[in-house]
């Protein structure tokens, strides 16, 4: 495909369709990544959520800012299967100590 200019590039930089462009967003269950996760399904992209389970829930109830667990994974999911996207828990649980 020949570029002439910005017109030619999705709203990413990239010279093709975003229904040809996969995206895969890091998804903490927070409003910024899942603002943008549904923005960019919206927008057509190829979405793949994926959230690092970093604490088991328990322990991220008793860390102060922490993330990545129990609440915060359900509501990456929920956002995902709103906007018909598939997300993708990862276990790193054991890594992350």
Do not use: W
Request: glycine share 10%.
């Amino acid at each position: 495909m020949a570029l002439d200019g910005a017109e030619d590039l999705n709203s990413l930089g990239f010279p093709k369709p975003p229904s040809e462009t996969r995206v895969v967003v890091a998804m903490s269950g927070g409003v910024d990544s899942s603002v943008v996760a549904a923005e960019l399904a919206r927008e057509g992209y190829d979405v793949v959520g994926v959230t690092l389970q970093l604490y088991d829930h328990g322990a991220a109830l008793a860390k102060k800012g922490a993330c990545c667990a129990g609440a915060d994974i359900r509501d990456a999911r929920r956002v995902a299967e709103a906007m018909g996207f598939p997300h993708y828990v990862l276990d790193y649980e054991s890594i992350f100590r």
